[in-house]
């Protein structure tokens, strides 16, 4: 869920994590499974192996229905049964392991493994092993955190970073679409681009025409999920509280609570079912709203 780490579950018998119960019960919900299918597939990981690190930072799921886990250390496999191991150090410098956070973005049968220091590796089902395609340091000549890929509209791919929004020209080039701002989420919503940054939330069409939503202008925002059920956009600011977005006339609301944890920086929100948020607090584990 996002950067969320939680504490490990000590004394387990094979190992397993409580990282991975919470990762793997909040990303089930989604998928409408309850809580005592969640528990009896978690139990069912053959930990022989072992999870590559206790870190989870992102899931994925494919079309055989396998759940694949980005970690602190690469990338593993779940099929149901057996638990694989997947290396990116072959491609990355022993420097770049100590703050790197590796997430999992699918697209229509396409699996990357992309790393914050941005790196971007892409599955290869021929050599069953992640591929380097493109490095964004490399191109900007300068360090940069990558924070979130996606596909856009068009079916072009974009990257939000630390310096900016840009979009993949090639291997070698990266056009800007709103350059020189930290932008820490991306979503696609009712045709709109939305922009998470630490100025505010952006929005766009097409890629012209950026504007800002007026009420969040100067506002750090952290996080975006949207419902298609509600049209409504949530976003989770750093320290100023979760607000909804309705997308049909875009209008602001504050959601209150009597809860201070919003308060703090809000790195992650998934729907639990049709009532229900969970949100991923920065230091503070899931909160269930």
Known sequence: MGDYMPTSLK?????????????????????????????????????????????????????????????????????????KNYSLESNSFYGDRA?????????????????????????????DSFILTSNLSDLSHGDVVLNKMLVNNDGSILYATNNGLFKYVSDKDYRPILPGSAVNDIIIAKGYLFAATSSGLKFMRNDHAVKDVGLLKDTNIQSLYFDDASDALYIGAFNKGLYMLNLSDFSVAQIHTTNSLLQKPIRSIVKLSPERLAIGIDGSGVLAL
Do not use: C
């Not at 990762?23 to 309850?34: P, S």
């Not at 809580?35 to 930990?47: A, G, K």
């Open 99 to 127: 703050g790197r956070i590796i997430r999992l973005y699918h697209n229509e049968g396409d699996l990357y493994a992309y790393e914050s220091t941005g790196k971007i590796h892409k599955y290869s089902p021929v050599y």
């Open 11 to 83: 004394g387990t018998k094979n190992g397993l994590f409580i990282t991975v119960v919470v990762m793997v019960f909040l990303f089930l919900a989604q998928k409408g499974y309850g809580s005592q299918h969640v528990i009896s597939e978690v139990l069912r990981i053959d930990n022989s192996t072992g999870l590559s690190s206790q870190k989870v930072y992102s899931l994925a799921e494919d079309a055989s229905g396998a759940i694949w886990i980005s970690t602190k250390s690469g990338v593993d496999r779940y099929n149901g049964r057996i638990l």
